[in-house]
């Protein structure tokens, strides 16, 4: 396959995450005012793994973009964009090319700390509770749902993308076929 080939391959791809991102986002997730647990954390990782890091923030971004003007759960808010490309990047950053349990576990824990806690806390508190002294009591209440989340998402991650992941491989047979 041509080099232009591969590359429109992974375009095609890239938008087909996107679009499954809006998806596993907006229909398929719980959200409530200060909490969220949904899947659309797999479409970031899958991109990461098998495209790279461009990529996988392209998924973060758009998903999150055209999610929110689509179907949104309320005002749109850049701030939850930036969240997302931060959290795409870290997740590439740590599983691109070196999809370890170890990896994971820190892409997980440092996504959930920075942008699900600190990040998102924040966004959180300067649009529904017009105080900042709020912070800390919205950080906290969000705790659980972080750590619950982590734990799945380390699991899920693992199960599907880990190198010597069954699933993986047969990913990788079918992918390797267009690049």
Do not use: H
């Not at 907006?26 to 890091?53: E, H, K, P, Y």
């Amino acid at each position: 396959m041509s080099k232009k080939n591969s590359q429109l391959f992974k375009i095609i791809l890239t938008a087909m995450l996107i679009a499954l991102n809006v998806v596993m986002e907006r229909f398929m997730s719980f959200n409530v005012w200060n909490q969220s647990i949904g899947f659309s954390f797999i479409t970031i990782a899958f991109a990461a793994v098998f495209l790279g890091i461009p990529y996988a923030l392209a998924v973060g971004a758009f998903g999150d973009i055209i999610g929110a003007l689509l179907f949104p759960f309320g005002t749109y808010f850049i701030g939850f964009t930036i969240t997302n490309v931060l959290a795409a990047f870290i997740t590439a950053i740590f599983i691109y090319k070196k999809a370890s349990i170890l990896n994971i576990t820190l892409s997980v824990i440092i996504n959930k700390i920075t942008t699900t806690l600190c990040l998102n806390s924040l966004w959180i508190t300067l649009l529904y509770r017009d105080n900042i002294d709020a912070f800390p009591a919205v950080f906290l209440t969000r705790v659980p749902q972080a750590v619950i989340m982590a734990i799945v998402e380390i699991l899920i991650v693992s199960i599907l993308f880990t190198e010597k992941s069954k699933i993986r491989t047969s990913l990788n047979s079918v992918i390797s076929k267009f690049f």
